[in-house]
C-alpha cells in the first residue's frame, strides 16, 4: 500500500498538459513594472471556489473574518455559478443577503493565460482548490511566479510541486512571489510539527536525526480527491527529468547534503507501546518533511533523518484490519468498473462533491510525532483538529497560509520561491490555526520515554 501510495503521490510522473506554460527564467520578467502588492485590490482570492474544498475556503473566510479586516474575492470560470455559490454561502452561513455584498468576483479560467494573469495582478495572494493540480494549476503558478504574486493549494501531488520548483522557482524568487504548495492536509499537520521539533532541537544545539509520527484520524474522501488519484494513475508513465531531486534543492538552488530516509509502514509494526499501519498520505507527507528540511539545513550539512509515519493503534488486528481496508478502498477507486458501480450507488462522491455536513462535524485528525537529536535529547508534540482535517480544515489550513503571505509577510522565512509551508511559515501558521480551534503543544522527553501528550 505505502509502495502504491508513493506512486500515486510521491515518485509517479509528473503531467503538464499541452498547452500549459513552459519553464521561465528570470530575464523573461521586468520586476521594476510589478505592481506593488499594496496597490492591489485583494489580499487573497480563491481560485476553484464553485468546487468542494473551495466553497469551504469562502465559508471560512466568511464567518471568521466577517470584520471585513480581509479584502478578498472568489474566482471561477462560469460567472452565474460562482453567483449562486456565494449567495449559498451566504445563506448557509445565516449571514444575510448584504454580507458578502464586498466580496469580488473575477471571471477565471485556468485555460486562458490572460484571465489568469488578470486575476494574479489584482490580489497578494492566490489560494487555489482547483485540482487536479497537475491538470490545471500549471498555468496559475507561472503566472503568479511573473506578476510577484504569492500562491498557496491543497495538492498532494508531489511530482508536480518538484516540476514547479524546476520551471518556476528562479522567477518567483526574483519577483518575490511565494509559492506553497502541499497547504492542507496534505501536508500541514506533519510539516509544520516536524519544523517546531526541529526549532526545539536545534535550541539544545543538535540536529533531527528520528521522527516519528503517530497518526489518528476519522474522515470521508472527496470527489476532487479521488479524481486527483485516478489523474496520477493515467499518468504514471509520464515525467520530467532532473539532475537531482527538486526536493532537495536548498533555497539557492543547490543539492542539500541532509538526507531524509523515509522509513514509511509497509505492513503493520510495533514501534514503542502502539502498532503502526500504512497510512495513505505517509508518502506524501515525507516529501514535504523532506523539502523543508534541505531548505532548513542547506547544503552545509551532511546529516541523516530517519523518517517513520504510520496509523496508530493499540494492536496489530486493528492496524491489519485498518490497513486491509484502505487497501480495499484503493481497488476500488482504481478500477473504473468498480468506482462507477460505487459512484453509481453512493458510495463513492462524484468532483465537486465530498463528505456531508454530518460526516465533517464527526471528523478529526491527532498526529503524534516524537523527534530525536544528534546528541540525544528527544522531544514531542501533539496537534489535533477538532474537526474534519480533509475538507473542512483543510480549507482553513489553505486561507490561513494565505494570510500568513498576505498580512504578515516580514514574518516569514523566505523572501520568494517555492517553498513549504512548514519552512516558511511554521510557527506561524500554527498560532493562526489555534485561533480557530486547532490544538498544539511540545515539550522536552527523555529518549524512548515519549508520553501520550
Known amino acids: 500500500m ?12 509528473s503531467d503538464v498538459e499541452s498547452g500549459a506554460e ?16 499594496n496597490e492591489r485590490a485583494y489580499d487573497v482570492v480563491i481560485l476553484g471556489f464553485t468546487g468542494f474544498t473551495g466553497r469551504l475556503a469562502a465559508a471560512h473566510l466568511a464567518k471568521a473574518y466577517q470584520d471585513g479586516s480581509v479584502k478578498w474575492a472568489v474566482a471561477g470560470r462560469n460567472l452565474k455559478k460562482v453567483h ?16 458578502l455584498k464586498n ?9 486562458d493565460n490572460e484571465a489568469v494573469t488578470n486575476m494574479c495582478k489584482q490580489t497578494r495572494v492566490v489560494c487555489s482548490t482547483a485540482g487536479p493540480f497537475a491538470k490545471y494549476g500549471t498555468p496559475v ?12 493549494d491543497i495538492t498532494g501531488e508531489t511530482e508536480w510541486v518538484k516540476s514547479m520548483i524546476m520551471k518556476y522557482g528562479d522567477v518567483a524568487k526574483s519577483t518575490g512571489a511565494r509559492i506553497l504548495s502541499l497547504c492542507g492536509h496534505d501536508s500541514v499537520p506533519w510539516d509544520c510539527s516536524s519544523q517546531h521539533l526541529a526549532g526545539m532541537l536545534e535550541a539544545k544545539g543538535e540536529k533531527v536525526k528520528k521522527i516519528v509520527a503517530y497518526d489518528e484520524v476519522a474522515g470521508a474522501p472527496s470527489g476532487g480527491t479521488i479524481a486527483t488519484i485516478v489523474h496520477a494513475v493515467s499518468t504514471l508513465t509520464q515525467g520530467d527529468k532532473f539532475a537531482f531531486d527538486p526536493l532537495l534543492a536548498t533555497e539557492e538552488g543547490t543539492k542539500s547534503s541532509y538526507k531524509v530516509v523515509d522509513n514509511n509502514i509497509a505492513f503493520p509494526k510495533r514501534i514503542g507501546d502502539k502498532y503502526l499501519g500504512a497510512f495513505v498520505m505517509a508518502a506524501c507527507n515525507v516529501q514535504a518533511v523532506k523539502k523543508s528540511m534541505a531548505l532548513r539545513y542547506g547544503d552545509k550539512y551532511e546529516g541523516k533523518l530517519a523518517y517513520t509515519e504510520g496509523s496508530s493503534h493499540p494492536d ?16 476500488v477507486v482504481l478500477s473504473a468498473p468498480l468506482r462507477a458501480v460505487a459512484i453509481a450507488l453512493g458510495g463513492v462522491p462524484k468532483p465537486g462533491q465530498g463528505p456531508s455536513k454530518k460526516q465533517m462535524e464527526r471528523g478529526w485528525l491527532r498526529v503524534h510525532m516524537v523527534a530525536e537529536g544528534d546528541k ?13 482535517a480533509g475538507y473542512r480544515d483543510t480549507a482553513r489550513m489553505l486561507v490561513e497560509s494565505g494570510l500568513c503571505m498576505a498580512l504578515q509577510p516580514d514574518k516569514i522565512k523566505c523572501s520568494g520561491g517555492v517553498m513549504t509551508p ?7 501558521l500554527i498560532e493562526r490555526l489555534k485561533v480557530g480551534g486547532t490544538k498544539f503543544a511540545s515539550r522536552d522527553v527523555k529518549v524512548g520515554g515519549a508520553s501520550k501528550l
Not at 22 to 37: E, T
Not at 86 to 95: G, I, N, R, T, Y
Open 2 to 13: 505505502t509502495q502504491l501510495s508513493t506512486k500515486l503521490l510521491g515518485s509517479g510522473g
Open 22 to 37: 513552459g519553464s521561465l527564467s528570470v530575464d523573461d520578467v521586468n520586476v521594476s513594472s510589478l505592481i506593488p502588492l
Open 84 to 99: 449562486d455559490t456565494l449567495a449559498s454561502v451566504a445563506e448557509e452561513l445565516d449571514l444575510g443577503p448584504d454580507a
Open 103 to 111: 466580496v469580488g468576483i473575477i471571471e477565471c479560467d485556468t485555460s
Open 141 to 152: 503558478v507561472a503566472a503568479c511566479a511573473r506578476t510577484g504574486t504569492s500562491y498557496a
Open 316 to 331: 496489530f488486528k486493528s492496524a491489519f484490519c485498518t490497513q486491509l481496508e484502505l487497501f480495499m478502498g484503493m481497488s
Open 376 to 388: 540525544g535529547s528527544a522531544v514531542e508534540s501533539v496537534i489535533y483538529y477538532p474537526r474534519d
Open 422 to 428: 512548514g519552512y516558511a511559515l511554521g510557527d506561524l
